[in-house]
């Protein structure tokens, strides 16, 4: 009577393994793939971080050079470059362009 308490026992054990090895060979590969699609976003995420430091840093230096040319007294200047960029004209101001230079 012993004797069949213990087979009882192995067949279980038998099938609580069969069933965990199903189970690793579902989850594994789940894993598997979930890590290296986080590793791929983490990837991508760390460009991006890298691209906005630079663009932060370019900003900053173009705004160190805006607050220099405002302490230095230089902003009128600064103003009509500005303002002729975008195509403004003093009144009674006759512009002419080049057109040559455009070929």
Do not use: H
């Not at 189970?23 to 995420?45: R, W």
């Not at 009128?76 to 403004?88: H, L």
């Amino acid at each position: 009577m012993i004797e069949m308490k213990t087979k009882k026992k192995i067949k279980w054990n038998y099938k609580k393994s069969l069933v965990l090895i199903a189970a690793s060979f579902i989850l594994i590969p789940c894993f598997v793939f979930s890590l290296i699609k986080i590793s791929t976003d983490i990837k991508k995420e760390q460009q991006m971080v890298e691209s906005i430091a630079q663009q932060c840093d370019a900003l900053e230096a173009e705004n160190a050079e805006l607050e220099a040319m405002l302490e230095s007294g230089d902003k009128d200047a600064y103003i009509e470059r500005v303002a002729r960029e975008n195509g403004y004209v003093k009144p009674n101001e006759r512009v002419y362009v080049d057109i040559s230079a455009d070929e």
